[in-house]
């Protein structure tokens, strides 16, 4: 049973850092799925955030280009979310997600609040 498990979520002042982890389990051949973190925050639709395909391309939202970089473990079969300048609008929930072989795998989410 294929299964992504998000960690490193918490409460972060404006202009601090946290690093989110996605930890796969299950999965055959990670290394195939294109990787994804997506957020949601309150009120608001689910928005992807940063992607790294299986060749190590990245892409990002507009809104996190030079504050977030996105990058992949394979041999740990995880994949990592560096956030840095974190402004009150990154507040949501950040979902990890693996694509590939005509299929989506979700985590649960980990929560990232931005407060002072």
């Known amino acids: 049973q294929v299964q992504l498990v998000e960690s490193g979520g918490g409460l972060v002042q404006p202009g601090g850092s946290l690093r989110l982890s996605c930890a796969a389990s299950?999965?055959?051949?990670?290394?195939?799925?294109?990787m994804n973190w997506y957020r949601q925050a309150p009120g608001k639709e689910r928005e992807l955030v940063a992607t790294?395909?299986?060749?190590?391309?990245?892409n990002y939202a507009d809104s996190v280009k030079g504050r977030f970089t996105i990058s992949r473990d394979n041999d740990k079969k995880t994949v990592y979310l560096e956030m840095n300048n974190l402004k009150f609008e990154d507040t949501a929930v950040y979902y990890c997600?693996?694509?590939?072989?005509?299929?989506?795998?979700w985590g649960q989410g980990t929560l990232v609040t931005v407060s002072s």
């Open positions: 790294i395909t299986r060749t190590g391309s990245t």
């Open positions: 997600s693996a694509r590939g072989h005509s299929r989506e795998v």
């Open positions: 299950g999965f055959t051949f990670f290394s195939s799925y294109a």
